[in-house]
């Protein structure tokens, strides 16, 4: 029986393969299509477990690396390398679906995933219901004869509510447990990792991640990656051949690179994360932080149960009273946060907007403008600097105007 090993142990060794990478610490992208055979048995002889080399679109060394590496990192039996997060959901949903079928996704998920669910398998006769991120136990209510799927976030994009895994999964096993009626249950991991849950221990069937973002840690690669059990990784494989998203040669080999390092990346950005979380809760500009591991934040208690460490992505819920022409000024005048789209790379981050614009009742009701902030690796208190000029330029402001104060 393999000894299991430690996560920084795992990070620096899992994957890793003399033979294939002829000595060299990190396995070279391996940049093929056609893999050639030197007898017509070998040529003709299918894999069906998919660990050896027919064609670059099915696997090569360097994406088999990848896979072995974050399958132990989930503590799963299998992962499967694809081109994106998104494609990593879309494999993980389509693999279970069909016509008829009717599928119960978060509220709270990334919204191109519910968007995807919505226009893209709403075409083809599948049925998607959205449920409150804290439903909980509850869940089971809204289960049906012909549901296939329960789709879980945690915490929630944008809005950062942890759910309650154990009691979903619980939930959904009673009805899963009925004669030919299984029903799959998937959650994207990304804002965690499984540094910091692991919720294949918590019973769910299939993890997603988006490893463009803390995976692959540098904002250069577009990745996703999906982890299960040997019970369901034929139809995840199928449905990704199918539908031909595997991950290009280049974005494993930045993967495997970027999660040497996640560890210690993630240590010390949830640290500064922490920190200016803490600072936003004094600032009289803020009525919300939305951090689940900080103490008093919603989902706190969740969070500390369930999970063994944290990320460094919150939302800020601004006061009333501030107009777009003052949240304007704040960002355009930043000067280490920087806006885009995206996370999980070594730069901090910081748009606008209320975003989960369909989530019904509307989480925003009764507040000012929201913000999403990442922490990425700058010095912490240049940071809170840099925020500190932005509220001072929010401020200039009058309050429900678009006129600034005079000076």
């Known amino acids: 029986m393999k000894k299991q090993r430690r996560v920084d142990t795992t990070l620096t060794h899992a994957g890793r393969n003399a033979l294939a990478?002829?000595?060299?610490v990190n396995i070279p992208p391996f940049r093929a299509s056609t893999v050639l055979f030197d007898t017509i048995s070998g040529l003709r002889t299918w894999d069906t477990d998919f660990r050896a080399f027919h064609y670059g679109r099915i696997g090569t060394p360097g994406s088999q690396a990848l896979e072995?590496?974050?399958a132990e990192l989930e503590g799963a039996d299998r992962a499967i390398a694809v081109s994106c997060g998104l494609a990593a959901i879309n494999i993980s949903i389509s693999a279970f679906v069909q016509a008829g079928d009717h599928i119960l996704v978060t509220a709270g998920a990334y919204d191109p995933a519910i968007t995807f669910c919505r226009?893209?398998?709403?075409r083809f006769g599948v049925e998607i219901e959205t449920y409150p991120p804290e439903i909980g136990a509850n869940i089971e209510a809204l289960i049906r004869p012909n549901t296939r799927v329960v789709y879980l976030e945690s915490p929630s994009s944008m809005t950062f509510e942890i759910q309650d895994i154990p009691a979903i999964v619980s939930a959904v096993a009673?009805?899963?447990?009925?004669?030919?009626?299984?029903?799959?249950?998937?959650?994207?991991?990304?804002w965690a990792t499984p540094l910091n849950l692991r919720p294949l221990d918590l019973g769910v069937d299939i993890v997603v991640q988006a490893a463009t973002k803390y995976l692959v840690g540098h904002a250069d690669a577009m990745l996703g990656i999906i982890a299960c059990s040997n019970t369901d990784f034929p139809a995840i494989k199928s449905e990704t051949l199918y539908q031909g998203v595997n991950a290009g040669s280049e974005e494993v080999y930045l993967g495997l690179r970027g999660l040497r390092t996640l560890s210690v990346r993630m240590e010390r950005q949830f640290a500064s994360a922490l920190k200016i979380a803490q600072w936003l809760q004094q600032r009289p500009e803020v009525a919300r932080v939305l951090f689940p591991p900080l103490p008093g934040a919603p989902g706190h208690d969740l969070w500390q149960r369930d999970f063994t460490g944290g990320s460094?992505?919150?939302?800020?819920?601004?006061n009333t009273g501030y107009a777009v022409e003052a949240v304007n000024a704040m960002l355009d005048g930043m000067?280490?946060?920087?806006m885009g789209f995206s996370w999980g790379g070594y730069e901090s981050l910081l748009i606008g907007g209320r975003p989960q614009r369909g989530?019904?009742?509307d989480v925003y009701a009764g507040f000012g403008p929201a913000m999403r902030?990442?922490?990425?690796?700058?010095?912490?208190d240049e940071l809170i600097a840099d925020l500190e000029s932005g509220f001072n330029r929010l401020s200039q402001f009058e309050p429900g105007t678009n006129a600034e104060k005079d000076k």
């Open 359 to 361: 989530r019904t009742p």
């Open 119 to 122: 226009s893209h398998l709403g």
């Open 335 to 338: 000067q280490l946060f920087a």
């Open 21 to 24: 990478s002829q000595g060299a």
């Open 312 to 318: 460094s992505l919150m939302g800020i819920v601004l």
């Open 174 to 190: 009673k009805q899963s447990a009925k004669p030919d009626n299984r029903i799959v249950t998937i959650l994207d991991n990304t």
């Open 373 to 380: 902030l990442y922490t990425g690796l700058e010095d912490v």
């Open 68 to 70: 072995e590496a974050y």
